[in-house]
Each structure stands twice: as C-alpha cells, then as structure tokens.
C-alpha cells in the first residue's frame, strides 16, 4: 500500500536572481513498510525534502501525501495536529526536554494532543529501547546513544503513520550509531513501520530497502535493493 505519494515538488527559497531552488520538480511514492535512505551532498535538497514531508516545512508547488490526506493543503493549526499525530520525527540532537524524565518525554506529545498513553505500547518500546531501568532519569543522566533511544520511543509511541530521521546518527559514535540503526530497522521490519532516514552514513544507505540520491533538488538515483 502507498503510504507516501509526492507529485511535482518544488521549494524555492528568496526571490529573483537570489531565488534558491532547493527542490525542483520531485516526485515519487513510498510504500507501506518500506526502509528509505535519503543522500546526498551537503545543500542537495535532502533535509528540506524530509522537512516538507514531515509537515516542517511547505512547498512552493506540488503536492504531498500522506496516507489519504494531501497535507500541502493544510493550513498551520490542521498540519501541526497531522504532523503530531501521524509523523514520527527523530533528529540529530535528540531535542529532549531536560526537565522531563524519559517517561515524560516520550510521552509528552501524546498528553500535548489530550490523548492517555497506551500503557501497552509504553512498556513494549521501553522494554525494547532498553530502557526499563531509565525511565525516571533525566536526559542529562542519560548516554548519548540512550537519549537518542529515548527520541525514537518518543516518535513510535503514537503509531505514527511515518518515521522520518534526519541523520540520527550524526551525534554518536560508531557502536551507538549502528545500535540505533539496528533498532530503526528491528522496528520497521517487526512493526511494518515506514521509516524514512536522510543520512550521510554508507553503512545506513546499505542496510536501506531503497536508496534515493539527490543532487541539486533533483533526484538523480533511485534503487531499490535485494536482501
């Protein structure tokens, strides 16, 4: 099933003969259950890419999908309310609340929606992150590797309908960094959860179901690969 479908996207930043083109004419879909590596050189259009599909940021032209909704027609409140409901968001710097515990950063987006968390849902990624016995610490108490742990259960506690990391790597060392990859990848193929990651990391671009190379706003490969 298309979970993702993106037609004639474009994104232009500034105006006449300081105009940027960051995305020009893209398009593309992604399937339900798919693991997605996005690269390419530092100002491709990649991140403004992932940042258009999460609802962050709005095209100049085209149109994105999500599921059944065209989320380029929505006004502010409308994508921020789809945007905490259906996408999973994962940075670089794991933007954890410091004052919070792990249980309330997790959770915050989902009590931010009026919603209870499905205490189920809770203890399964708390137990699969690994993080049982940390869920009353705060994120200055926590590793590098487990504070980005604590950003992925954060994304998945609401089920969303797309995980989008942008290079969730980029802040650990290598052991960590193949431990999170790890877990991305256990959770797409045990939950079907469609994750879409920007990365400059090869080793990540090889453990993808599908690469997509873009260079100048265009995309210039599209593979998809064979386990």
Request: net charge negative; hydrophobic share 40%.
């Amino acid at each position: 099933m298309e979970i993702v479908k993106v037609e004639h996207l474009s994104k232009v930043y500034g105006k006449g003969d300081t105009a940027v083109h960051a995305l020009d004419d893209v398009s593309f879909s992604i399937e339900q259950g798919q693991f997605v590596a996005i690269v390419g050189p530092s100002g491709s259009g990649k991140s403004t890419l992932l940042h258009i599909l999460g609802g962050v940021d709005t095209p100049t032209s085209g149109k994105v999908r999500i599921g059944d909704t065209d989320i380029s027609k929505l006004d502010e409140t409308a994508l921020a309310i789809f945007r905490r409901r259906q996408i999973g968001l994962i940075y670089q710097f794991y933007n954890l609340i410091p004052i919070l515990t792990v249980e309330e950063n997790m959770t915050l987006p989902l009590l931010l929606d009026g919603k209870k968390p499905d205490r189920q849902m809770l203890h399964t990624l708390v137990s699969t992150l690994g993080l049982s016995e940390r869920l009353h610490h705060l994120p200055n108490q926590l590793s590098g590797g487990q504070q980005q742990r604590v950003s992925i259960g954060r994304a998945l506690l609401n089920n969303p309908a797309l995980m989008l990391a942008d290079e969730p790597t980029g802040n650990l060392d290598s052991e960590n960094s193949k431990e999170i990859i790890a877990l991305l990848r256990r959770f797409n193929r045990e939950f079907n959860q469609t994750v879409v990651i920007i990365t400059h990391d090869e080793r990540i671009a090889l453990s993808a179901d599908r690469v997509i190379s873009v260079q100048d706003g265009k995309i210039v490969r599209d593979e998809v690969r064979v386990p």
